[in-house]
Nanobody
Framework: VQLTESGGGLAQPGGSLRLSCSRSDPNFRIDAMGWFRQVLGKQRELIAAITLGGGSTNYRESVKGRFTINRDNAKNTMWLQMNRLKPEDTGVYYC??????????????????WGQGTQVTVSS
């Protein structure tokens, strides 16, 4: 399964960006998808995830209320709407996919697939 991100770039503090992720093989089992973020000098961390079946979402506390994850199964796409951006949101964002995810505990495991990453920079 190939994951392809788009939509990164530069935004001002308080602004918005939308990241999209498309997956190559809709017939391959994927239970959940999400977004990791890597800030310079820190480890990657999962910031948002969604189950493809029921659409259940999980967010890291630092992005709750500002970021929204959603998916369109018919179009094999998933996106992250990022509002009220802050400079600390700057980093590389990776689309990820989990083959087997019966509950949120699966997010403690490494994803099965990763996109190539897209840079988001929040700066005035």
């Amino acid at each position: 399964v190939q994951l392809t991100e788009s939509g990164g770039g530069l935004a001002q503090p308080g602004g918005s960006l939308r990241l999209s992720c498309s997956r190559s093989d809709p017939n391959f089992r994927i239970d959940a998808m999400g977004w990791f973020r890597q800030v310079l000098g820190k480890q990657r961390e999962l910031i948002a995830a969604i189950t493809l079946g029921g659409g259940s979402t999980n967010y890291r506390e630092s992005v709750k209320g500002r970021f929204t994850i959603n998916r369109d199964n018919a179009k094999n796409t998933m996106w992250l709407q990022m509002n009220r951006l802050k400079p600390e949101d700057t980093g590389v964002y990776y689309c990820v996919a989990y083959e087997y995810c019966p509950n949120y505990a699966c997010y403690d495991n490494d994803p099965n697939y990763w996109g190539q990453g897209t840079q988001v920079t929040v700066s005035s």
